[in-house]
């Protein structure tokens, strides 16, 4: 199993990167709350990974932290969640933010993500209770300290980004229209696609 990749950052397109690893370049679909973390291109990277093979395809998940990953891991578990959901669980929503759900039995902002209906929503905060506990002792530090703090800077933006966030949202399961009009709604002059996603995916929960 691939449980680390370190290298150059060549492409990036939320939720998707290209990472060059000693001439080689690994495809992974990474949750945005990592892809904010990320560099910028052409620098390098560390990502802790998880690798799913299916029979039509092996697809390739990257994490800027081992607690992130843990919690993918754990979402993966669970009835009727697989990787793409998973994904979209983590991307509309940091992980103390998804353990606060659970802790608060917040079915309600849990449905609001695209893909997870009432019933997965009631399976996630009852599957999810006893699971995240031992997760939470387990991690180092202070308990409810799932991510890194971000340092990450915006980079300057560019012609795309709205298309590029509209891009994001929809690979991630929201349907055309309503990423369209969440990032058309948060767009202010001089955001990044990156600044751009997060606002729209906050303006929806």
């Known amino acids: 199993m691939i449980g680390r990749l370190s290298g ?39 990502l802790y990974t998880h690798f799913v093979v299916r029979e039509d395809a092996q697809l390739l998940y990257g ?10 891991r754990l979402l993966i578990k669970t009835n009727g ?8 669980i983590l991307s509309g929503m940091s992980a103390n933010e998804f353990v606060s759900c659970v802790e608060r039995d917040d ?4 449905v609001k993500l695209p893909g997870v209906g009432k019933k997965t929503a009631e399976r996630l905060v009852v599957e999810m209770r006893d699971k995240l506990k031992s997760l939470l002792e387990a991690s180092s530090g202070n308990e409810r300290e799932f991510v890194l703090q971000s340092n990450y800077s915006p980079a300057p933006a560019i012609e795309s980004a709205e298309e590029d966030a509209i891009s994001a949202l929809i690979s991630l399961g929201y349907k055309p229209a309503q990423a369209s009009k969440a990032v058309s709604a948060n767009m202010k002059e001089g955001m990044s696609s990156e600044s751009l996603i997060k606002a729209a995916l906050k303006s929806m929960l």
């Open 8 to 46: 150059i950052l060549v492409e990036k397109q939320a939720p998707e990167i290209v990472l060059d690893v000693n001439g080689v370049g690994y495809e992974l679909q990474v949750p945005l709350t990592s892809f904010y973390e990320l560099p910028e291109t052409n620098q390098s990277a560390m």
């Open 81 to 88: 969640v697989g990787p793409k959901l998973a994904l979209t």
């Open 107 to 110: 079915i309600a902002t849990l």
């Open 63 to 72: 994490f800027i932290t081992k607690q992130e990953r843990a919690l993918f």
